[in-house]
């Protein structure tokens, strides 16, 4: 299955968009950090602390502790793999209501708040319940850099 993910907005504190299931139009809203450039010049942005670039990822079933079945976004041409070694690894889709609770993650919401997602919880039950937890999704990230 294939999600599409448009960001419209960073104000440089987060970045918003809508996130959107084609199979079955499934929708929820999603923040992430801003967009802050590598200065080495690495495509993925700076680890940790920003958003990944526009592209298609791969989704790649993870499964820690912290952040039980969620996904694993992979583009290694862009810098970002699961586990590394790359510039960008472990940037899941996990629950999250603020842009500072994310290391470079994507965090789906049912409603968008002023900078912050709410019910990030529900929406990533209703994701789970739309999206089969196997290998095999793409995400398709578009928009605001």
């Not at 504190?13 to 999603?30: A, F, I, P, R, Y």
């Not at 820690?64 to 992979?74: D, F, G, I, Q, R």
């Amino acid at each position: 299955m294939n999600l599409l993910l448009i960001r419209d907005s960073d104000d440089g504190v987060c970045t918003l968009g809508t996130m959107t299931l084609s199979e079955n139009g499934g929708s929820w809203q999603t923040i992430e950090r801003p967009w802050i450039m590598d200065l080495s010049g690495k495509p993925g942005g700076l680890a940790g602390r920003s958003c990944v670039p526009p592209g298609t990822y791969d989704l790649m079933i993870h499964d820690s502790e912290a952040h039980p079945e969620t996904w694993a976004l992979v583009n290694s041409s862009l810098g970002v793999t699961h586990w590394g070694p790359s510039q960008r690894s472990v940037v899941l889709i996990h629950p999250a209501n603020v842009a500072a609770e994310l290391r470079g993650c994507i965090a789906p919401g049912l409603i968008r708040g002023v900078r912050s997602v709410l019910r990030s919880r529900d929406a990533m039950v209703q994701l789970k319940a739309a999206l089969p937890w196997v290998n095999g999704h793409t995400l398709e990230i578009r928009g605001a850099r």
